[in-house]
């Protein structure tokens, strides 16, 4: 199974994106889903993630405040709407998803740019 991003894209500093996540053809309505990004030449950093719910949500230092994960428990997508972006916020973004309790995540997608211009 293959999660599928959308939404990424250039926005100047302090704008917004939002970014969305779905499985076509395949349900994760009970897997743990997050978003992770990775800037050239760095690791990939973790994001945020919401559980199976929705209602329980984690993010990482970097975008507290500023990025909203939800998830549509139905339809098994996620999204990240990203505001007040800034240029450190540029990356390629991934969408991945996790049985609860894992550590690790089982599917990705093949990921999003996101670039922000100062």
């Known amino acids: 199974a293959q999660l599928v991003e959308s939404g990424g894209g250039l926005v100047r500093t302090g704008g917004s994106l939002r970014l969305s996540c779905g499985a076509p053809g395949r349900a994760f309505s009970w897997y743990n889903m997050g978003w992770f990004r990775q800037a050239p030449g760095k690791e990939r950093e973790f994001v945020a993630v919401v559980d199976r719910t929705g209602s329980i949500k984690t993010y990482g230092d970097s975008v507290k405040g500023r990025f909203t994960i939800s998830r549509d428990v139905i339809k098994s997508a996620v999204s990240l709407q990203m505001n007040n972006l800034k240029p450190e916020d540029t990356g390629v973004y991934y969408c991945?998803?996790?049985?609860?309790?894992?550590?690790?995540?089982?599917?990705w997608g093949q990921g999003t740019q996101v670039t922000v211009s100062s």
């Open positions: 991945a998803a996790k049985p609860p309790g894992e550590k690790e995540y089982e599917y």
